[in-house]
């Protein structure tokens, strides 16, 4: 006969279920006694304001960081080619094109960076300046932006640049104004090189106004002028700018790459182009993090006394319970089913009432960043959910485990 299925044990197993359910009974039904309903009451509401505080925090950081990164990185492209060893590789036309047609690729645009000096009869200042394409993938964008002016980087010997450095350099829109700029040159191995710079002037074409960041660091050209500035070959570029339009696998794209262009090359992402600034972010998030589970983990002492209290006032219930058979680990469970119980009720209904305020911000605009009209940026992902609804149910498991065990000690 198979002992599992015996009377007895069929009875055991079915007298084991009570746990759960006194436990839920003891979580739903109201005591006689108004202080223990309080004391119930206020632990399961500082478990709700914990769940609610901590994802509406790390939602709102993470809105933030959302909302810095479409301005520090607005003009890094997806994905960048550049090259492992030295400043430029070369790479013809033709295997560009086999690059554009990759599944999942929509631009692919050679650039040509170099830190120059430009300058005037008054003043000066020093710039990335970027050589570009005219079909380049932030064209439109950057002509959108324009303060004055047009972007065209089919001109040559022209430059588009920052309201900022325009201002600190004095700049005219005029056809008599004109900024020199000067480049070290990459190739000055030639016995009749005198000088290991090149200078060319190069007319105002627009000015364009985004961040002061960035309009002090970036100015653009057309490729073929800071090609003869810098003095490298036709074809070479500092690096080869891709977007995709999701679908692109990286690790594939890898292997193309390397197989098309024959070159050591690296394949960077917008957080291996800006490390220190992700790395900042990503320190600032734990550190967000592990500050407000501290406070929901002071919450906590409120579900300790709210199980303490409940172990108090069933005593007469739980010397019912074991004389009709019940032991000490039963009775010690029931708590701990009571305290878990509790914890993930309250964790769920907190997640619940923090997604509606998320919600409400984002459709109504509630809050504004101070001193702006621009609303407080704030981002609801599931990564964040599913963080506090597990920080919150594992201190609670926790919680529960240690108070149940030793508020029914033997000795007791």
């Given at each position: 006969m198979n002992l599992s299925t015996t009377p007895i044990t069929l009875l055991v197993k079915m007298f084991k279920s009570y746990i759960y359910k006194i436990a839920?009974?003891?979580?739903?039904?109201?005591?006689?006694?108004?202080?223990?309903?309080?004391?119930?009451?206020?632990?399961?509401?500082?478990?709700?304001?914990?769940?609610?505080?901590?994802?509406?925090?790390?939602?709102?950081?993470?809105?933030?960081?959302?909302?810095?990164?479409?301005?520090?990185?607005?003009?890094?492209?997806?994905?960048?080619?550049?090259?492992?060893?030295?400043?430029?590789?070369?790479?013809?036309?033709?295997?560009?094109?086999?690059?554009?047609?990759?599944?999942?690729?929509v631009s692919v645009s050679?650039?040509?960076?170099?830190?120059?000096?430009?300058?005037?009869?008054?003043?000066?200042?020093?710039?990335?300046?970027?050589?570009?394409?005219?079909?380049?993938?932030?064209?439109?964008?950057?002509?959108?932006?324009?303060?004055?002016?047009?972007?065209?980087?089919?001109?040559?010997?022209?430059?588009?640049?920052g309201a900022d450095l325009a201002s600190s350099l004095e700049v005219v829109m005029s056809k008599d104004f004109s900024l020199l700029a000067t480049a070290a040159k990459k190739d000055?191995?030639?016995?009749?090189?005198?000088?290991?710079?090149?200078?060319?002037?190069?007319?105002?074409?627009?000015?364009?106004?985004i961040s002061s960041d960035i309009e002090k660091k970036y100015a653009f050209t057309s490729l073929n002028t800071i090609s003869s500035l810098m003095g490298v070959p036709e074809n070479s570029y500092t690096a080869v700018e891709i977007t995709s339009n999701g679908t692109l696998n990286i690790n594939n794209f890898k292997d193309d790459v390397s197989d098309l262009l024959n070159a050591d090359l690296a394949l960077l992402n917008k957080e291996d182009m800006n490390p220190a600034l992700y790395k900042m972010l990503n320190?600032?998030?734990?550190?967000?993090?592990?500050?407000?589970?501290?406070?929901?983990?002071?919450?906590?002492?409120n579900l300790i006394g709210s199980i303490t209290i409940m172990i108090v006032e069933k005593k007469k219930d739980l010397r019912v319970?074991?004389?009709?058979?019940?032991?000490?680990?039963?009775?010690?469970?029931?708590?701990?089913?009571?305290?878990?119980?509790?914890?993930?009720?309250?964790?769920a209904l907190g997640v619940v009432f923090a997604c509606l305020l998320i919600k409400l911000q984002n459709f109504y605009s509630i809050l504004y960043v101070p001193g702006t009209t621009i609303p407080y940026p704030i981002s609801l992902n599931a990564s964040n959910v599913i963080i506090v609804f597990t920080t919150i149910v594992f201190m609670g498991i926790i919680t529960s485990l240690w108070t149940s065990k030793a508020s029914l000690k033997p000795n007791k």
């Open positions: 839920v009974r003891y979580f739903f039904s109201k005591d006689k006694k108004t202080i223990v309903n309080r004391i119930n009451g206020f632990a399961f509401f500082m478990i709700i304001t914990a769940a609610c505080v901590l994802l509406l925090v790390l939602s709102g950081f993470s809105g933030l960081k959302e909302f810095g990164l479409t301005y520090t990185s607005s003009f890094d492209p997806e994905l960048k080619i550049v090259p492992v060893n030295g400043v430029y590789f070369t790479v013809d036309q033709e295997k560009l094109g086999l690059l554009k047609k990759i599944r999942g690729v050679p650039v040509l960076e170099e830190k120059v000096l430009l300058s005037n009869e008054l003043n000066s200042g020093t710039v990335l300046l970027k050589g570009v394409n005219a079909d380049y993938y932030m064209g439109k964008m950057l002509d959108s932006l324009s303060l004055i002016g047009t972007f065209s980087p089919n001109k040559p010997n022209t430059i588009y640049l000055s191995r030639s016995l009749f090189s005198f000088s290991p710079f090149n200078n060319q002037l190069l007319n105002i074409e627009g000015i364009y106004q320190t600032e998030n734990l550190a967000v993090y592990l500050i407000f589970s501290l406070v929901a983990l002071i919450s906590m002492f319970l074991k004389i009709l058979g019940g032991q000490k680990k039963d009775l010690s469970n029931i708590f701990f089913v009571l305290g878990v119980f509790t914890t993930s009720f309250g964790a």
